[in-house]
């Protein structure tokens, strides 16, 4: 491909890419969702993550149907980044893509299923030792050596096994032989400390080259000893020149020339002399030393090679092992038409009451045949965090990732459509809203409904009307949804393969929070209970005249009921 020919790259993009890394690698860099590179090549990190998301599955992507069901993907992506071991392990994991093939969203769930394996099989102490390594490879930019170190500890840390095959079939000594030359190899040349014989002609190198410089100050000290003659001076100049640095005196009486015009003609020409000489064995040493150590990153190139691709492909699995262990997360079952799971848990809150629910066939403890579940119930229920629970199932499946639940079923879906509750009451958002969330139904397709409280963006009359047709036309469509609302008792009889449930409040606890017990009743209309609302409000008003305002509120929804709560709750 031609880089104009994917998504978000324009004349501008390609051309700085082509400058920075050329055609062939910044395709390659695209294809291999290499955030780095493009980063590296002056692509601002959002634009690079937009670009490669795209282009690691267009189809995947597109399933993302709604702004609401993006957010949850970002969130969910973002969360998973926040376990990665390097700085590019974050980068690939934000570019992470719902899958529309089985087998690969198969394949990363083997691999997360092995790399968690191969991480919780480790102590402490190896733990730390795998974290450590990965710092150390961060700090250093990801170069070859750091890789090959990298490497070298992973393996002494325990990560050898049949999960990280990479890491295993190499051979230590070699990668070891090849990190001390990769060590000493850099851009400038070879560097300090590859080899003594180099290291002492650069030492007496940077001696001439200082006396060079100071040469004025070389030929005043000499005459300052008292010399006579020429011959004088020449021995007196070796005598210093031996005196002062590390360079020898035969190297000293080589350099001497044999004639001089006077003795600063003398101290010039010696030095010059000295300092090419030096320069010349220098750079032949320097030669020699550096072929010996490619040579030896050659011997190992296929092991260094594969550990180059193996260590970053290892810091993505063990940071998405190490999000998916510190979560809980398990593996769903795969396929069939159905979304359900059981002790399900929303990730974004801090201490979540876990949920059973489903729509779709499928064989966990819900209720199993509905297409559409209408949801009702208490207000502050956990209603919308059912909602966003279930969509973020359906996504981290898609992504070929483990789910926040104790066990799960979930079917492949083309479109998952997932819409808050905005509240906003006029024409444009609702003509907005449905032209967001109905073309999904009408393509071919699986979709997942998931629709929160749709009567907020038009009048109670005419949404229940309204959802009344989502709810056909989604059970017609062969589509799977969930419909929250408070509605239930305005709808007309509800499709065969459709049922409603509900989440109910029990009243106060002892600090005036609404108690409820967040897993739906299938099959029950939930209420609404404003009378816990009411009395919360009637508790902590804050002055007499709110007080009273809130107590003529009380009298309205049922004043009993709203004392008969609040003394429970005191009594608690």
């Given at each position: 491909?031609?880089?104009?020919?994917?998504?978000g790259?324009?004349?501008?993009?390609?051309?700085?890419?082509?400058?920075?890394?050329?055609?062939?690698?910044?395709?390659?860099a695209?294809?291999?969702?290499?955030?780095?590179a493009?980063?590296?090549?002056?692509?601002?990190?959002?634009?690079?993550?937009?670009?490669?998301r795209?282009?690691?599955?267009?189809?995947?992507?597109?399933?993302?149907?709604?702004?609401?069901?993006?957010?949850?993907?970002?969130?969910?992506?973002?969360?998973?980044?926040?376990?990665?071991?390097?700085?590019?392990?974050?980068?690939?994991?934000?570019?992470?893509?719902?899958?529309?093939?089985?087998?690969?969203?198969?394949?990363?769930?083997?691999?997360?299923?092995?790399?968690?394996?191969?991480?919780?099989a480790?102590?402490?102490?190896g733990?730390?030792?795998?974290?450590?390594?990965?710092?150390?490879?961060?700090?250093?930019?990801?170069?070859?050596?750091?890789?090959?170190?990298?490497?070298?500890?992973?393996?002494g840390a325990?990560?050898?096994?049949?999960?990280?095959?990479?890491?295993?079939?190499?051979?230590?000594?070699?990668?070891?032989?090849a990190?001390?030359?990769?060590?000493?190899?850099?851009?400038?040349?070879?560097?300090a400390g590859?080899?003594?014989?180099?290291?002492?002609?650069?030492?007496?190198?940077?001696?001439?080259?200082?006396?060079e410089?100071?040469?004025?100050d070389?030929?005043?000290?000499v005459?300052?000893?008292?010399?006579?003659?020429?011959?004088?001076?020449?021995?007196?100049?070796?005598?210093?020149?031996?005196?002062?640095?590390s360079?020898?005196?035969?190297?000293?009486?080589e350099?001497?020339?044999?004639?001089?015009?006077?003795?600063?003609?003398?101290?010039?020409?010696?030095?010059?002399?000295?300092?090419?000489?030096?320069?010349?064995?220098?750079?032949?040493?320097?030669?020699?030393?550096?072929?010996?150590?490619?040579?030896?990153?050659?011997?190992?190139?296929?092991?260094?090679?594969?550990?180059?691709?193996?260590?970053?492909?290892?810091?993505?699995?063990?940071?998405?092992?190490?999000?998916?262990?510190?979560?809980?997360?398990?593996?769903?079952?795969?396929?069939?038409?159905?979304?359900?799971?059981?002790?399900?848990?929303?990730?974004?809150?801090?201490?979540?009451?876990?949920?059973?629910?489903?729509?779709?066939n499928?064989?966990?403890?819900?209720?199993?045949?509905?297409?559409?579940?209408?949801?009702?119930?208490?207000?502050?229920?956990?209603?919308?965090?059912?909602?966003?629970?279930?969509?973020?199932?359906?996504?981290?499946?898609?992504?070929?990732?483990?789910?926040?639940?104790?066990?799960?079923?979930?079917?492949?879906?083309?479109?998952?459509?997932?819409?808050?509750?905005?509240?906003?009451?006029?024409?444009?958002?609702?003509?907005?809203?449905?032209?967001?969330?109905?073309?999904?139904?009408?393509?071919d397709?699986?979709?997942?409904?998931?629709v929160?409280?749709?009567?907020?963006?038009?009048e109670?009359?005419?949404?229940?009307?309204?959802?009344?047709?989502?709810?056909?036309?989604?059970?017609?469509?062969?589509?799977?949804?969930?419909?929250?609302?408070?509605l239930?008792?305005?709808?007309?009889?509800?499709?065969?393969?459709?049922?409603v449930?509900?989440?109910?409040?029990?009243?106060?606890?002892?600090?005036?929070?609404?108690?409820?017990?967040?897993?739906?009743?299938?099959?029950?209309?939930?209420?609404?209970?404003?009378?816990?609302?009411?009395?919360?409000?009637?508790?902590?008003?804050?002055?007499?005249?709110?007080?009273?305002?809130?107590?003529h509120?009380?009298?309205?929804?049922?004043?009993?009921?709203?004392?008969?709560?609040?003394?429970?709750?005191?009594?608690?």
């Open positions: 491909m031609r880089l104009e020919d994917y998504w790259v324009g004349p501008k993009t390609s051309e700085r890419l082509r400058e920075a890394l050329g055609e062939e690698a910044a395709v390659d695209i294809e291999s969702a290499d955030v780095r493009l980063t590296d090549a002056g692509i601002t990190r959002g634009r690079a993550t937009r670009i490669l795209r282009a690691n599955d267009q189809a995947g992507m597109d399933a993302l149907a709604t702004r609401d069901a993006r957010e949850v993907y970002d969130d969910l992506l973002e969360l998973a980044s926040g376990y990665a071991l390097t700085r590019h392990a974050a980068d690939r994991l934000r570019v992470l893509t719902p899958l529309s093939a089985r087998e690969a969203i198969e394949a990363r769930l083997d691999a997360v299923d092995d790399a968690r394996e191969a991480w919780t480790l102590d402490d102490a733990r730390a030792a795998v974290v450590e390594a990965f710092d150390a490879y961060d700090a250093a930019a990801g170069s070859e050596r750091a890789a090959v170190d990298a490497a070298l500890s992973l393996r325990g990560l050898d096994g049949t999960a990280f095959d990479a890491l295993g079939a190499v051979d230590p000594d070699a990668l070891r032989e990190a001390d030359a990769l060590g000493y190899v850099t851009a400038d040349g070879v560097a590859a080899d003594d014989r180099l290291d002492d002609l650069r030492a007496r190198l940077d001696d001439a080259r200082a006396l410089n100071d040469a004025f070389v030929l005043e000290r005459r300052e000893t008292g010399v006579r003659d020429l011959a004088d001076f020449q021995r007196a100049f070796a005598d210093y020149v031996d005196r002062e640095t360079l020898s005196r035969s190297a000293i009486e350099a001497a020339p044999a004639e001089a015009h006077d003795a600063a003609d003398f101290v010039s020409t010696a030095l010059r002399a000295l300092v090419d000489d030096l320069e010349r064995r220098a750079t032949e040493r320097e030669r020699e030393i550096e072929d010996d150590l490619r040579a030896a990153v050659a011997d190992a190139r296929e092991d260094v090679d594969r550990v180059l691709a193996a260590v970053d492909d290892v810091a993505v699995d063990l940071s998405l092992a190490r999000f998916a262990e510190a979560h809980g997360l398990v593996r769903p079952i795969l396929g069939g038409d159905r979304l359900a799971v059981e002790g399900a848990r929303n990730l974004f809150l801090d201490d979540p009451d876990p949920v059973t629910y489903a729509v779709g499928h064989d966990l403890s819900p209720p199993t045949g509905d297409r559409v579940a209408v949801l009702t119930g208490a207000n502050s229920g956990g209603k919308t965090t059912l909602l966003e629970t279930c969509c973020a199932v359906a996504l981290l499946a898609a992504m070929g990732l483990p789910v926040p639940a104790d066990r799960a079923e979930v079917g492949g879906f083309d479109a998952v459509v997932f819409h808050r509750r905005h509240a906003s009451f006029n024409a444009g958002v609702l003509e907005s809203t449905l032209k967001s969330i109905v073309p999904p139904l009408t393509d397709g699986r979709t997942l409904m998931l929160d409280e749709f009567e907020a963006i038009t109670p009359g005419r949404a229940a009307d309204l959802l009344n047709g989502l709810v056909d036309l989604t059970v017609e469509r062969g589509a799977l949804g969930v419909y929250v609302t408070h239930a008792d305005d709808l007309s009889p509800l499709p065969e393969a459709a049922r449930d509900g989440i109910f409040a029990e009243g106060l606890t002892g600090d005036l929070e609404l108690r409820v017990d967040y897993q739906p009743r299938f099959g029950t209309v939930g209420k609404s209970t404003p009378e816990f609302i009411v009395s919360r409000l009637v508790a902590d008003a804050g002055d007499r005249r709110e007080r009273q305002g809130f107590e509120l009380a009298a309205a929804v049922g004043e009993e009921a709203v004392q008969r709560t609040l003394a429970e709750a005191w009594e608690e």
